[in-house]
């Protein structure tokens, strides 16, 4: 890996290993590459006791971890029965490796094998908030997922463009900026993209701004729902109203798959 390769790894990646119970979640090891990748499984909703109605493969954001709970996927299906597949990608967790961004491709595609395998003829949705929307939407524009919900879409160079003016080596910023993959370039994935999709958006984002979200979420070309926070910053909650704004949202994202 180059110098600069790996000073974009640091600028955005915080990954940690450190145990974390779950006891509500089953985790699983895969085979990858030449070690493992750690993946945790858990149902949400109602009449969970047979075949899941939906399973949804997500991707933590830079410093979360597959055990953590995630607001916009939990609360929001209240009639179905979901199972998630939450990753840990290399270097978090018990994945092995160490992180890395060039690496991000390669787990999607391998946990996607997965989970369709798992799923059958069940549908599946790519999510992720922050960084975890990078592997989400890369998967919605380049290989087979049924659908797409995501939490504060990230472009990843256009984010660490933004952030250059609290550097006084800007030069160095824009050269790590251009170390992103082609691969990962979220507005190109997402003009690529055709499977229903919804998105929220906190529009006082402080680390990813409203205005790059918004390039993502204006290119993507499949029918799409968004849920805008006006008040809502990179990390805030959703409240009780914003979760009940999402529910017919998820609704009629399972609705347009299935129809």
């Keep these: 890996m ?19 119970q779950v006891p509500e979640r089953k985790p699983l090891l895969f085979p990858h590459g030449d070690g493992e990748l750690e993946v945790w499984v858990h149902r949400v909703g109602k009449q969970c006791t047979g075949k ?16 953590h709970r995630t607001d916009f996927l939990e609360d929001c299906w209240t009639d ?6 939450s990753v840990n990608p290399p270097g978090y967790g018990n994945s092995s490796g160490t992180a890395s961004l060039g690496k991000l491709p390669q787990m999607a595609e391998r946990a996607l ?32 997922v049924e659908g797409v919900m995501v939490q504060n879409p990230t472009a990843l160079r256009e984010v660490i463009l933004a952030q250059s003016g609290w550097w006084h ?25 055709s499977v229903p999709a919804v998105f929220v958006s906190a529009q006082q984002d402080s680390v990813v701004p409203a205005r790059i979200q918004q390039q993502i979420i204006e290119t993507y070309k499949g029918p799409c729902k968004v849920l805008s926070l006006p008040d809502a910053d990179h990390g805030t909650p959703l409240s009780e ?8 949202m998820a609704d009629w994202l399972q609705q347009t798959i299935l129809s």
């Design 169 to 193: 080596f800007n030069w160095l910023i824009r050269a790590a900026a251009a170390q992103i993959p082609a691969e990962l370039d979220s507005i190109a994935n997402a003009g690529r993209a």
């Design 2 to 20: 180059s110098l600069l390769g790996w000073l974009t790894d640091r600028i955005i990646l915080e990954p940690s290993r450190h145990d974390i």
């Design 80 to 85: 179905s029965c979901v199972e998630i597949w």
């Design 113 to 144: 094998r997965e989970v369709r395998r798992a799923a059958e003829e069940t549908p599946v949705l790519a999510a992720g908030g922050s960084l975890g929307s990078v592997s989400a939407i890369y998967l919605a524009g380049r290989h087979q």
């Design 241 to 248: 109203s914003d979760v009940r704004q999402l529910r017919p």
């Design 52 to 67: 899941p109605d939906l399973y949804v493969l997500e991707f933590p954001g830079t410093a979360s971890r597959a055990e």
